[in-house]
């Protein structure tokens, strides 16, 4: 069973660039996660998505955006890149009767020049 | 505004001790109360998680003690081993929604 998969591994970007980061739920989860984790931090809520609705948000700008398809999968996207951006984007899942249960992929390392 | 405070930032610990972890909360309507073990270059792993009408969970060699008064919960690994060496998180979360908050992270290094 794979767990919840998360591409590209790593990407480069210049400022004022925008770029979109993907993520696949694990089998028999339906709400989506996102979190961005700087370095030497603990990770901090960017937003969730359950049926292909932006449920929760945490604080972080509209340049933040994303998507959930019918298939759970789902993208963020950035916009206007800030130096500040680069960080480790997290997708998490979680299972259909156990929302509370956060399940993390590998993460996308995002450096932003 | 940090809601959950973790300490200490780094442990270091001789391998077959206990290492323990603190994490202090502010907001009484959190209601889950997860650990995270993460290791370089890799995604958190959801460790054990507690929730408030529980005092104490333990699963192997991890185990969570929890004080709800005191707002206040804390990791324990039993016979730590140099494997166990990764950053440690602990979380929260509120009884709306599914937002994690998470700690500042333990860095734990075992010394064989």
């Known amino acids: 069973d794979a767990g919840v998969t998360q591409s590209p591994t790593h990407l480069i970007k210049t400022r004022g660039q925008q770029v979109t980061l993907r993520c696949s739920p694990k089998?028999?989860?339906?709400?989506v996660s996102w979190y961005q984790q700087a370095l030497g931090q603990g990770p901090q809520f960017i937003f969730q998505?359950?049926?292909?609705?932006?449920?929760q948000r945490g604080n972080f700008p509209d340049r933040f955006s994303g998507h959930q398809f019918p298939n759970y999968s789902s993208e963020l996207n950035v916009n206007a890149l800030l130096l500040g951006d680069s960080a480790l984007y997290l997708c998490?899942?979680?299972?259909?009767?156990?929302?509370?249960?956060?399940?993390f992929g590998p993460g996308t390392r995002l450096t932003v020049t | 505004q940090q809601q959950v405070k973790q300490s200490p930032q780094s442990l270091i610990v001789q391998k077959g001790g206990i290492s323990i972890i603190n994490c202090a909360y502010e907001?009484?309507?959190?209601?889950?109360f997860p650990w995270y073990q993460q290791f370089p270059g890799k995604g958190p792993a959801l460790l054990i998680a507690?929730?408030?009408?529980?005092s104490e969970k333990k699963e192997g060699r991890f185990t969570i003690s929890f004080n709800k008064s005191a707002k206040q919960f804390s990791l324990h690994i039993m016979d730590s081993q140099p494997g166990d060496s990764a950053t440690y998180f602990c979380?929260?979360?509120?009884?709306?929604?599914?937002?994690?908050?998470f700690g500042g992270g333990t860095r734990l290094m075992v010394k064989p």
């Open positions: 907001n009484t309507a959190f209601d889950y």
């Open positions: 998490a899942s979680s299972p259909v009767l156990a929302t509370y249960e956060q399940y």
């Open positions: 979380a929260a979360r509120r009884n709306a929604g599914n937002m994690l908050t």
């Open positions: 998505y359950y049926e292909e609705e932006e449920r």
């Open positions: 089998s028999g989860h339906d709400t």
């Open positions: 507690i929730r408030p009408d529980v």
